[in-house]
């Protein structure tokens, strides 16, 4: 089985969103905590960091140049170098309690994003969904901390992990792309490690970054796990496919909350790993805006 390699020589804090850009060849990512967006191109190793005001909880590239990012009060549109240009929306959740956290674009290209409940006393994260025209909705609640958003290459099926309360959801579309009532999609137990950020193949399966759990699992479109890859840390938190032939699994990790002993023992912890793969994943779509 496939190994997981670093990508480069770099360790972030929160990194996050992995995001592959086809067209430049490279990778974007968020350091949620650093108020950062990355950039990093295969053929050459240039790497750009790109500074925000508040924590980048997720974004998406735009059909049009630059991002659709959520940052911890608001959603925003910035141009390619980093610059607010148009503030879409305030963080429907109390930006004091909830940031943003985990996001991406539907097959249509409207972007969600969802947010963290910070003080864990119950579940008050929601998620929020912008349109093509720039209109935001919240579509879902009753969430502790929103993570693994993927959606069936189809437009059937929306997938959400939640990812304190160990579970994976799948949520029924209709034609308009609106949801019915989300369904436990897998369920998990103390020391498997809980799902994060994901990724869809092209033959339907769930990629997820298992937090706390040193791995990546990959789960058929019943919920059945198909493979796992160890990872030589702890934590991962998302992954995206891409290179050019998109059987490249993009790995990022964290070291948020860890003690000084744990990550001069894993000091990888952080790092973005690469894993090669034998199948393709969807490619994401870029956030259009009418």
Request: hydrophobic share 35%; charged share 25%; proline share 6%.
């Given at each position: ?196 950020g994901a990724a869809m193949d092209e033959e339907g399966c769930y990629w997820s970054a298992m937090f706390d759990g040193w791995r990546v699992a990959c789960f058929s479109p ?69």
């Amino acid at each position: 089985m496939a190994e997981a390699n670093v990508l480069f020589d770099y360790t972030g804090h929160l990194p996050e969103c992995p995001t592959w850009s086809e067209s430049e060849q490279a990778l974007y990512w968020a350091d949620i905590l650093e108020c950062e967006i990355h950039r990093y191109e295969i053929a050459s190793g240039e790497h750009q960091i790109l500074q925000f005001p508040e924590e980048v909880g997720c974004f998406s590239l735009r059909e049009k140049g630059g991002f659709v990012v959520a940052l911890r009060s608001a959603i925003w549109l910035a141009d390619s170098r980093g610059l607010l240009v148009h503030k879409i929306c305030d963080n429907p959740s109390n930006p004091q309690l909830a940031r943003f956290n985990d996001g991406g674009t539907d097959r249509d290209g409207r972007f969600y994003a969802g947010t963290f409940w910070g003080p864990g006393d119950y579940n008050g994260a929601l998620l929020v969904r912008v349109d093509n025209q720039l209109k935001p909705k919240v579509i879902q609640c009753d969430i502790h901390g929103a993570n693994g958003l993927a959606f069936s290459d189809d437009k059937r099926w929306m997938y959400t992990s939640d990812t304190p309360n160990a579970v994976i959801y799948r949520t029924p579309l209709n034609a308009q792309g609106e949801p019915g009532s989300r369904e436990v999609f897998r369920q998990f137990k103390a020391g498997e490690g809980i799902p994060d950020g994901a990724a869809m193949d092209e033959e339907g399966c769930y990629w997820s970054a298992m937090f706390d759990g040193w791995r990546v699992a990959c789960f058929s479109p019943e919920g059945e796990q198909l493979a796992e890859y160890r990872l030589p840390v702890r934590c991962p938190t998302m992954v995206c496919f891409g290179g050019a032939d998109m059987r490249t699994l993009y790995i990022t990790t964290t070291r948020e909350n860890m003690s000084a002993a744990e990550v001069a023992q894993y000091p990888l912890s952080g790092a973005l790993f690469t894993l090669p793969v034998d199948v393709a994943g969807m490619k994401k779509r870029p956030f259009i805006e009418a």
